[in-house]
């Protein structure tokens, strides 16, 4: 079982996947991990704004309001 107290930080696996590889290229690997943490975000992030805008449409707020949320779900998705 899983002990969640032990949960690693995003900079232990971030150090632990920049060296333990190919410790002689460190700042390669760390700029890897660091795009694919960004783009990780950016999804989870477009992933709730989608959510959100769905949620909108079906209660009495404005159309706008949920349009805006989709436009700005394909902004982040686009990396804008």
């Known amino acids: 079982m899983c002990d969640n107290r032990n949960t690693p930080s ?9 060296t333990r590889m190919a410790p002689w290229c460190d700042d390669t690997r760390r700029a890897a991990f660091d795009r694919w943490l960004e783009q990780v975000r950016a ?3 477009a992933e709730a704004l989608t959510e959100a805008a769905r949620d909108v449409f079906d209660t009495e707020i ?16 686009e990396g804008r």
């Not at 404005?62 to 998705?77: D, F, G, I, S, T």
């Open 10 to 18: 995003t900079e232990q696996v971030r150090g632990d996947f920049a």
């Open 43 to 45: 999804e989870a992030k």
């Open 62 to 77: 404005p159309a706008e309001v949920a349009r805006w949320l989709e436009a700005r779900a394909q902004q982040v998705k």
